[in-house]
């Protein structure tokens, strides 16, 4: 069985959600986030309930030095990666050109850069090994332009392109790439990113432990793309049939406090 899994963004919401999945499907852990009190909590909770092996490494993704430790750190302990699970990622709210560009910059750094550099690092080992396991985290966003959330969406739309080509590359040897897409979901993205008003997130939010259990059979099963919830995956498909104009003013709709 593929063993050693290494999740970003496991302090908190989906990410932390996947750590309780993966454990419990009897994977080693290595956990990756900013708040290193929240993960070793997390990691004693992981090695009491799972007897699981978790190793936690503090990082700020958005800084390029930082993901070049971490992964010294993993190649020094003799840790192999079996499963990247790229889940860190961050959103915000607002007309762009109001928008701090502090802000705006490290979320391209974050949900772009960050996923992009990992994938890079972590591949070629699995290559070797003809076996291994990738999940991006991209969002229903990825579907379709988000006005409000315009930086947001575009990097989610990313994510999606890069998973699927990068599926079609690996395809023959012997690694499967996934790109969940979960819609608005139960985590603190929604306090973060300003967010919990508008009337997209009003209108419902998936249980984080669903959606990581949904994304963790999906990868499993080497599904490329994977939309959890039956009214998401309607909304990813209707993108495909109806006028952009459209399909850009609903968003905005949803978009609107």
Known sequence: MIKTALITGASGGIGMAFAEVLAG???????VGR?????????????????????????????????????KNIEERDIQVEILINNAGMGAWGFFDQSAWDK?????????????????????SMISRHEGRILNVASTAAFQPGPLMAVYYATKAYVL????????????KGIRVTCLCPGPTDTDFQDRALIKDILLSRLGLQDPFAVAAYGYKAMMAGR?????????????ISTRFLPAPMTVSAVRRMMQE
């Open 25 to 31: 499907h009897g994977h080693d852990l290595c956990l």
């Open 35 to 71: 708040d290193i009190n929240r993960l070793k909590a997390l990691k004693i909770s992981l090695q009491e309930q799972y007897q699981a092996t978790v190793h936690v490494f503090a990082a700020d993704l958005t800084d390029k030095d930082d993901i070049d430790s971490l992964y």
């Open 224 to 236: 490329p793309i994977a939309v959890h919830g039956n009214l998401n995956k309607l909304m990813a």
């Open 104 to 124: 705006q910059e490290r979320m391209i750094r974050l949900n772009i850069m960050a996923l992009t550099y990992l994938t890079r690092l972590f591949l070629p």
């Open 161 to 172: 392109s890069f998973s699927q080509a990068l599926a079609n590359e690996l395809k023959d």
